[in-house]
Structure formats: structure tokens, C-alpha cells
């Protein structure tokens, strides 16, 4: 019988509390985004309001990034052509200069170019004694205009043909006057840093289109490829203050300046690359670490509001307006979050104006 009696009570408050409701709905009547509530509902006991005025904040964007190595700064060095590799110069975490010696391969395909460049180098010499020679016949009479000539055009196109050996050579670091028909032909590093990778076995046999068999990387400086959310794309600037952490030396804070800013959106993660450059002279970043990243702006003013006071409808946000006389305005923002709260006003509000702090979801059964 106790129970019968409580559940008919809860029954009648909730009745009660339904027929208040209707009532203050029929007291507050609509006109487009405008709610205008009845001064004889109580619904104006249970609103908050707030007058909007900027203040100092900093924005603070926390994100994850990945290390990479510079690109001018990482080489990786493979064979120009099939052969076998006869002789290693570097040893793993060794320090190599630009030009300086990484390995030796005997090449067949090296050898013909060698070849190639004496032959070139033979015909020409030819070519510019027979110039000579016709040269003298026609200046001491006893030589025809055409034959200089010929010998002209012959010794032209074999000097092309011998610059083209040469040039050939030298795309691999070879100084022709030195060479020696059958020499293996020495790979060198193009560029100044440490073996990060040596694969070189002696007496290994490579194809050209094989993968690099070493990788010299300098890493006293590198990259952080930093992910942006869309929506945070207009906080991101050059010139912020960029701390970074690793998972390694959790307490060592790490600076970093934007070196670029990607103008391709992914559209699938709906994000921008940032790619930051950072001091690294002790080594600590290595390529492919995980790290968290924070970019920090320089403070300024900003209008922030309560996260109670902003309301969302599908993929806008809004809040409520107190447009005095007991008028509510729905009124569209956009915002970031600030992790304290508060959300920051990016557009829709301006200082001065007076918004729903706290109650304002009484408000959304009349929008």
C-alpha cells in the first residue's frame, strides 16, 4: 500500500512539474533566433548572465610530432652500377667528410665508361693533329679550303664527344686525369655527417637498381613533423614560442622554431603538417621518435567565456544573447577549447556584449 502511495505521488509531481513547463513554454513566445520570456515566468530567476570584456590569454596548442632527419642533411648511397663491392672505407657511427671514400666496387659497366673516355680522348687527339696538319698545307698553299674544314668539323664533334666522357666521369667523383683503365670505381659521401647505416659486405654483389647500402646522416639539427588540427590552423604562426618533450627525457624541455607550414590539408585526418626545426647538437632526437609538441603565442587580448554558456547543434556552436527586455538571441560562435573551463571566442562575440553564463539550456526547449 506504501508503495502504491509513493509511486502515485511521484506521479503527480511529475505531472506538476510537466504543466509548469507548458505553461512558462505558452509564456515564451518565438521570433526567428529571438526567445522573448514573459516577466511573469520564473525562468529569468534560474539565468545567469555575463558582460563580455577581452583579456590577456595565451593560446596554447598541444599536439604529437614525429623526428625526421633534414633531407639536405641525409644522404643514402648506393651503387651506380651492377658490380661487386671489393673494399669498405667507414665503420658504423664514423664521422665522414663531403667526397670522403665510403666503399669500392669493381663495375663492368664502370670499366666501359672508361674505356669510353680513352677511345674519346684518343679519337680527339687524332682529330686536332689532323686539324693541325691541314691547317699548315692551306697556310703554305698546298692545301684546298675543304679539307681544313672537314678536319674543323671532325675535331669539333670528337672534342664533344670527349667532354661528354669527362662529364660522365665526373658525375661519380672520378678525376679523369688520374684514372686508370680497370680501376674499381670509389663511391663517396655527397655530403658531411656520421654512418647511420652500414650495410657494405665485402665481396657482395649489387645490382644498380638495388636499395642504399649505407646512410650518412648529419643530425646536429632536425625536423619535427608536427600535426594542426583544421580548426586550430589560424592559431599556428611563425614566430611562436615551441617547447617539445620526449618520452625519454620527460623533464628536458627541447625549443624549436616553424621552419614550414604546410598548404596542403590531409583530408582524411583533417589536419596540416608544421614542420619545426630544432637544436640538436647532443643527440637526444633521434629520427623516427615520438615526441609532444606545444605551440605557445605571445599573449594577447581575447574574449573568453564559461563552457556552460556554449551550446552545440550539429557542427555549429551558439550561445545565448541577453538582448535586454527580456529578449534571448541564439547567436553562432566559434570557439577553441582553452583545457581551464573556458572557451575561447574565435568569432561571434565582440567586448561588451552580454551572453547566458550559466541556465541557458533552459532556453533550448523554446529555440
Excluded at 52 to 67: A, H
Aim: hydrophobic share 40%; charged share 25%; net charge negative.
Amino acid at each position: 500500500m506504501r508503495n502504491i502511495i509513493v509511486i502515485a505521488m511521484v506521479a503527480i509531481l511529475a505531472a506538476c512539474n510537466a504543466t509548469e513547463n507548458h505553461q512558462e513554454q505558452k509564456q515564451i513566445p518565438l521570433s526567428g533566433d529571438t526567445i522573448y520570456v514573459s516577466e511573469k515566468s520564473n525562468l529569468s530567476n534560474k539565468l545567469k548572465t555575463k558582460v563580455l570584456t577581452p583579456e590577456l590569454y595565451q593560446i596554447e596548442i598541444s599536439t604529437f610530432g614525429i623526428v625526421k632527419a633534414i633531407p639536405t642533411h641525409y644522404a643514402e648511397i648506393a651503387a651506380p652500377f651492377s658490380g661487386r663491392i671489393t673494399r669498405s672505407f667507414v665503420k658504423l657511427g664514423q664521422h665522414v667528410k663531403v667526397d670522403e671514400p665510403v666503399f669500392e666496387i669493381s663495375s663492368p659497366s664502370f670499366y666501359e665508361a672508361s674505356r669510353i673516355y680513352y677511345q674519346a680522348k684518343q679519337e680527339m687527339q687524332l682529330a686536332k693533329k689532323n686539324l693541325k696538319r691541314q691547317q699548315d698545307l692551306y697556310h703554305n698553299g698546298v692545301g684546298i679550303q675543304k679539307d681544313l674544314e672537314e678536319a674543323e668539323v671532325n675535331y669539333e664533334l670528337h672534342k664533344r664527344d670527349f667532354e661528354d666522357a669527362i662529364a660522365s666521369l665526373r658525375v661519380f667523383k672520378v678525376n679523369p686525369d688520374s684514372l686508370v683503365l680497370g680501376q674499381p670505381l670509389i663511391i663517396r659521401s655527397p655530403i658531411a655527417g656520421d654512418i647511420v647505416t652500414n650495410n657494405i659486405v665485402i665481396g657482395q654483389y649489387i645490382k644498380e637498381d638495388a636499395g642504399p647500402v649505407a646512410i650518412v646522416a648529419e643530425l646536429s639539427k632536425v625536423w619535427i613533423v608536427g600535426q594542426i588540427k583544421e580548426k586550430d590552423i589560424g592559431s599556428i604562426h611563425m614566430s611562436e614560442d615551441i617547447k617539445i618533450t620526449t618520452t625519454a627525457l620527460p623533464n628536458k624541455i627541447i625549443q624549436g622554431e616553424i621552419y614550414h607550414i604546410s598548404d596542403i590539408l590531409d583530408e582524411e585526418t583533417r589536419s596540416v603538417q608544421v614542420y619545426i626545426e630544432c637544436d640538436n647538437s647532443d643527440h637526444s632526437l633521434k629520427p623516427g621518435m615520438y615526441v609532444s609538441v606545444r605551440f605557445i603565442e605571445q599573449p594577447e587580448e581575447n574574449i573568453l567565456i564559461p563552457s556552460t554558456a556554449v551550446f552545440q547543434k550539429e557542427e555549429e556552436s551558439f550561445v545565448f544573447m541577453d538582448a535586454g527586455k527580456n529578449r534571448y538571441i541564439k547567436r553562432d560562435v566559434e570557439i577553441t577549447g582553452t583545457g581551464s573551463g573556458r572557451l575561447l571566442i574565435k568569432s561571434g562575440l565582440k567586448p561588451g556584449d552580454r551572453i547566458v553564463s550559466e541556465g541557458g539550456y533552459f532556453l533550448l526547449d523554446f529555440n
